[in-house]
């Protein structure tokens, strides 16, 4: 019961601080908006229609698939061809625990194809002509 009363209150202070901006903005004349409460109901509605939470959630895991070096340097090997775990493992000089986790996320994001053959994984890129484009661009 405290806990949730102490949430409560911090809710309300933070909304109270929200207001505050609020009228800060508008006061200062920065923002041109007069009414507080519709200029407020203007910025979500904003937000709604150009930063879905949804899609914008899916954008972050796209762009989180592609922060980290390993992952980039995995995308990179694959541009010039399809390697399996081992050879991945050896030009990366990292465990097999750790690979699958790289290639795992990669593979969520449509980055990479993975084939079996036999006990041995593949894989590839999904799209070499994109990756390519972003290898070319110094982006990768």
Not at 2 to 28: A, G, H, P
Not at 70 to 81: E, S
């Amino acid at each position: 019961m405290y806990l949730n009363m102490f949430f409560n209150s911090i809710f309300w202070e933070m909304m109270r601080e929200v207001e505050q901006r609020l009228k800060n903005l508008i006061d200062s004349e920065v923002c041109l908006a007069e009414d507080l409460e519709r200029y407020r109901k203007e910025l979500i509605r904003l937000a709604e229609q150009t930063a879905d939470v949804k899609q914008s959630r899916k954008q972050g895991e796209f762009f989180k698939a592609l922060s980290d070096e390993k992952r980039i340097r995995i995308l990179k090997l694959l541009a010039v061809r399809e390697m399996c775990v081992c050879e991945l493992m050896i030009a990366l000089d990292v465990t097999q625990p750790n690979l699958s986790h790289h290639l795992k996320i990669l593979e969520n994001q449509g980055f990479v194809n993975r084939r079996k053959e036999g006990k041995w994984a593949y894989y590839s890129l999904t799209n070499s002509k994109v990756i390519g484009q972003l290898v070319g661009t110094d982006l990768l």
